[in-house]
């Protein structure tokens, strides 16, 4: 399996969700904002919808704009936020060069007071995203960092308490992962239930490396429902994945056809051909020691993964 994205879903939306808590709690109105920095708010919050679905080209064209936006109202915390949902971006596009260059910039940007939360997620997010090219010892200092911030402040997310189980699990510390992840999973709820997808996924992986694989097999389901829900497209292609490779080194490898199938399907639908290639190559090894036709499947990936699709689910 490759190393787990930085961040399933933008963990940087304060700016929104103060907006919405203002508007939501019946006191007195927010001021009407500036005519670019409402644009900017309206950029960044449609940027973190394509995100959300994987539509990751469009989020970044998005989050350029909000940037661009925010950095005209000098909105320091609103240019920070949009630096780091960038470096997100591109950490999940593979560009892990990028994505530190944009980390280190949001970092430069929260480095008054009154930004040590925002630090604090962009520190986590910057040790994944160095746990992903293999730079382990780099992201721990980064992470620890990112820990004794969060203690100072009494506040510490799951994000980065999934990426030390993240990082545990690089290291093969199957134990400690599954500790670390368990308790993360616990309080995945409230203001941070959508970190309780990502972090079932990672553990499922421990579960998996260490051997135990209807452990992984369940969390796997439960993190594809959580998924489904949320109109994660890109983290549901990544759960199927994830389940057709698991049953296809077990004792009933034909279960994963129709894994791997349906995650081809989404890959092509949002774009990703190289993706999607790969796993419908998978589809048909796996189809014909199986004894399986995957001629018609074959057919919508190709189709739909050059284009030619009736919806465009990223427009």
Same mark, same amino acid.
Not at 129 to 138: F, N, P, Y
Not at 261 to 282: P, T
């Given at each position: 399996?490759?190393?787990?994205? &930085?961040?399933?879903?933008?963990?940087?939306?304060?700016?929104?969700?103060?907006?919405?808590?203002?508007?939501?709690?019946?006191?007195?109105?927010?001021?009407?904002?500036? $005519?670019?920095?409402?644009?900017?708010?309206?950029?960044?919050?449609?940027?973190?919808?394509?995100?959300?679905?994987?539509?990751?080209?469009?989020?970044? $064209?998005?989050?350029?704009?909000?940037?661009?936006?925010?950095?005209?109202?000098?909105?320091?915390?609103?240019?920070?936020?949009?630096?780091?949902?960038?470096?997100?971006?591109?950490?999940?596009?593979?560009?892990?060069?990028?994505?530190?260059?944009?980390?280190?910039?949001?970092?430069?940007?929260?480095?008054?007071?009154?930004?040590?939360?925002?630090?604090?997620?962009?520190?986590?997010?910057?040790?994944?995203?160095?746990?992903?090219?293999?730079?382990?010892?780099?992201?721990?200092?980064?992470?620890?960092?990112?820990?004794?911030?969060?203690?100072?402040?009494?506040?510490?997310?799951?994000? &980065?308490?999934?990426?030390?189980?993240?990082?545990?699990?690089?290291?093969?510390?199957?134990?400690?992962?599954?500790?670390?992840?368990?308790?993360?999973?616990?309080?995945?709820?409230?203001?941070?239930?959508?970190?309780?997808?990502?972090?079932?996924?990672?553990?499922?992986?421990?579960?998996?490396?260490?051997?135990?694989?209807?452990?992984?097999?369940?969390?796997?389901?439960?993190?594809?429902?959580?998924?489904?829900?949320?109109?994660?497209?890109?983290?549901?292609?990544?759960?199927?994945?994830?389940?057709?490779?698991?049953?296809?080194?077990?004792?009933?490898?034909?279960?994963?056809?129709?894994?791997?199938?349906?995650?081809?399907?989404? $890959? &092509?639908?949002?774009?990703?051909?190289?993706?999607?290639?790969?796993?419908? $190559?998978?589809?048909?090894?796996?189809?014909?020691?199986?004894?399986?036709?995957?001629?018609?499947?074959?057919?919508?990936?190709?189709?739909?993964?050059?284009?030619?699709?009736?919806?465009?689910?990223?427009?």
């Amino acid at each position: 399996m490759k190393p787990l994205p &930085a961040s399933r879903f933008p963990a940087v939306v304060f700016i929104l969700a103060i907006l919405l808590v203002l508007a939501a709690c019946g006191g007195p109105r927010p001021a009407a904002l500036p $005519e670019d920095l409402a644009r900017a708010h309206e950029n960044f919050s449609r940027a973190t919808m394509h995100y959300k679905k994987g539509c990751f080209r469009q989020a970044l $064209e998005g989050y350029q704009a909000a940037h661009e936006l925010f950095s005209a109202a000098d909105d320091q915390r609103g240019v920070g936020l949009a630096l780091e949902s960038m470096a997100n971006v591109y950490h999940e596009l593979e560009d892990t060069e990028s994505a530190l260059l944009l980390y280190d910039e949001a970092l430069d940007v929260f480095s008054a007071a009154g930004f040590e939360k925002e630090r604090i997620y962009v520190l986590a997010n910057k040790a994944a995203a160095l746990v992903s090219i293999g730079k382990l010892e780099q992201a721990a200092k980064v992470l620890d960092r990112a820990k004794i911030l969060a203690r100072r402040n009494g506040f510490m997310p799951v994000l &980065a308490q999934r990426v030390g189980g993240l990082l545990l699990l690089h290291r093969k510390q199957f134990k400690e992962a599954e500790t670390v992840l368990e308790k993360a999973l616990r309080q995945a709820v409230g203001p941070q239930a959508d970190q309780w997808a990502p972090t079932a996924f990672t553990l499922a992986r421990v579960m998996e490396a260490s051997g135990r694989q209807e452990r992984a097999l369940v969390l796997y389901r439960r993190a594809l429902e959580r998924d489904r829900r949320q109109g994660a497209y890109d983290q549901v292609a990544e759960d199927l994945a994830a389940l057709g490779y698991l049953y296809a080194g077990s004792k009933t490898p034909c279960k994963g056809i129709d894994f791997f199938k349906r995650a081809a399907k989404i $890959e &092509a639908l949002l774009g990703r051909s190289a993706k999607a290639a790969d796993l419908a $190559e998978r589809l048909e090894d796996l189809a014909r020691t199986c004894g399986t036709d995957s001629t018609a499947a074959d057919f919508f990936i190709s189709k739909w993964a050059g284009g030619q699709s009736l919806i465009n689910i990223c427009r």
